[in-house]
């Protein structure tokens, strides 16, 4: 599914959207190298929490984020025909497992609104750029540098 929303006036930005436990998802298209789905990647060494391991595309080594584990939906059993989104990040090549991929969305600044107030007394995590809406469709646009660079305290981590 391709949505294409351009106006003069606005530098429009794609984002590839994809699911995550029910929610929509977009992230910077210029971000993306390529989508695979798992069972097509050559994949060795142990899975961990969030990492479900390492595997090879096209030559390069690279770790695999099991984005369902992280927001807690992975399924119970693994579907070789899970998506992956394969990432050319600044610092490194990255695989990125989700639910489905959905398409590309364009969207305008104006069609760009920030997120409703959490509620809670916790600052809001500054990889979400905000909502994004066209077409019927919301998307939680997240900065996939800045998400995939968080680190997460010592005391969640658990010990094996």
């Known amino acids: 599914m391709h949505d294409t929303t351009t106006s003069s006036g606005s530098h429009p930005t ?3 959207s994809f699911t995550l436990g029910g929610l929509e998802y977009g992230i910077d298209f210029a971000k ?5 789905v798992l069972k097509a990647l050559e994949r060795f060494a142990s899975s961990g929490e969030i990492i479900g391991g390492v595997a090879v595309s ?3 080594i690279m770790p695999l984020v099991d984005m369902r584990v992280a927001c807690g939906t992975s399924p119970d059993a693994p579907d070789p025909m899970t998506d992956v989104i394969i990432l050319k990040l600044s ?3 990255m695989g990125m497992v989700v639910d489905g991929v959905t398409g590309v969305v364009t969207l305008r600044q104006d069609q760009v609104a920030p997120l409703p ?5 916790e600052a809001r995590p500054d990889y979400l750029l905000g909502l994004g809406q066209a077409g019927g469709r919301r998307l939680i646009l997240v900065d996939i540098e ?3 660079s ?3 305290p010592a ?3 658990q010990v094996a």
């Open 58 to 60: 096209r030559g390069v």
């Open 117 to 121: 107030p959490s509620g809670g007394d």
């Open 14 to 16: 794609q984002f590839l």
């Open 32 to 36: 993306v190298q390529e989508l695979r």
């Open 155 to 157: 005391s969640s981590r």
């Open 150 to 152: 968080v680190q997460r």
């Open 91 to 93: 610092s490194c090549a």
């Open 146 to 148: 800045k998400l995939m």
